[in-house]
């Protein structure tokens, strides 16, 4: 949702999520440093600001205020096409993983931020540790329900 403000400009936030390709969770959390640091120079690049983020082991949550000059489409094409190029640079052994040049998965998640801006951060920020709280809730050991019964 844009917003106009003070008649002079517009504040254009949206909620975006995108995966690597097939989640691929190893590769992921090994190369997390360099990620970060890869869509924090596009963004500035762009004149994209980050209001807030946070790299999950399969996916990355990011609220950020795009410029009027570029659509959601635009800007998120260009971050998932110029990454995957600069962490293939970076990171040479991984095209024989991925083998298309093609680190992110097809699509993405987005939704606009109006006045529930707060909600959505805290969402963000304490998603991992939910996500962690209810691994530990579910720790069943299941049994084989079809393996070694007697007659």
Known sequence: MCIQYLTQGWICKYHIVFTPKYRRKIEFNQ???DIVDIIKRLC???????IEGHIMPDHIHLLLSIPLKYSVSSFMGYLKGKSSLMIFDMHANLKYKYGNRKFWAEGYYVSTVGLNEGTIRK???DQEAHDIAIDKLT?????????????
Do not use: D, H, L
Request: proline share 4%; aromatic share 20%.
């Open 31 to 33: 190369y997390k440093r």
């Open 44 to 50: 500035k690049y762009k004149g994209v600001e980050i």
């Open 123 to 125: 969402y963000i920020k």
């Open 139 to 151: 720790t069943k050991e299941y049994t084989k329900p079809f393996g070694n019964k007697k007659k």
